[in-house]
């Protein structure tokens, strides 16, 4: 899979924002072609263009038919700009649960919420099914409002260190050589602190004073 740039990605959506109808589409088309050999569903998962608007641009791309439109009432507006209670709440819902780039590279937020977990929130909340975008036209609403789906992993726990054994019997032996003597006072705890390493190390040995 071609591995493309976060700026690159934002800079061919923001192109394909500002076309529109049958110029966008071509344009989808030809960056699905030649970015990713025309496959329309890595086209929509990495630039969020829905796969068969890309069908549909590579189709007419490739035979010089152009599809007819129709024409969407309402000033031809979005769901989210048709209802600015509907962005607001979707705004409230997922910015929340949503992350900037850690890496400072792109002003998208990254939320590891689904369209679907946004869309079933809404509901809960009051909103009729059928005032909803779908679930596929929710995931355009929510890449247009600049979130992106990304699955947060979970952390993985530390490795135990290649010394720990060691130090476990050295306190071993300490403590059997120790035991008997009514000067020595021993004292256990129970941490998660790290094993000092480097200058701090003292044979294994430990001195509290």
């Not at 071509?26 to 050999?37: D, G, P, T």
């Not at 998208?108 to 679930?135: H, I, Q």
């Not at 596929?136 to 720990?164: A, E, H, Q, W, Y």
């Amino acid at each position: 899979m071609q591995v493309i740039e976060q700026t690159t990605v934002e800079l061919l959506r923001v192109g394909a924002y500002r076309l529109t109808g049958h110029q966008r589409r071509l344009f989808q088309a030809e960056v699905s072609l030649k970015l990713f050999a025309g496959n329309t569903r890595q086209t929509e998962r990495i630039l969020g263009w829905g796969r068969e608007n890309v069908a549909k641009g590579i189709h007419e791309f490739q035979t010089g038919i152009r599809c007819l439109e129709i024409r969407r009432s309402r000033n031809h507006l979005r769901a989210e700009e048709r209802n600015p209670r509907l962005a607001a709440d979707i705004r409230d819902i997922v910015g929340p649960q949503s992350y900037t780039d850690p890496e400072l590279k792109s002003t998208r937020r990254y939320t590891n919420l689904s369209a679907r977990e946004v869309r079933e929130t809404l509901l809960e909340r009051g909103y009729r099914d059928a005032d909803l975008p779908s679930e596929r036209s929710m995931r355009d609403v929510l890449n247009r409002m600049n979130f992106r789906l990304k699955r947060i992993k979970k952390g993985k726990p530390l490795k135990k260190t290649k010394d720990t054994d060691a130090i476990f019997a050295n306190v071993k032996a300490v403590r059997q050589e120790v035991r008997d003597d009514p000067q020595t006072l021993e004292i256990s705890m129970d941490t998660k602190a790290k094993v000092s390493i480097g200058d701090y190390v003292q044979g294994g040995k430990m001195s509290v004073g």
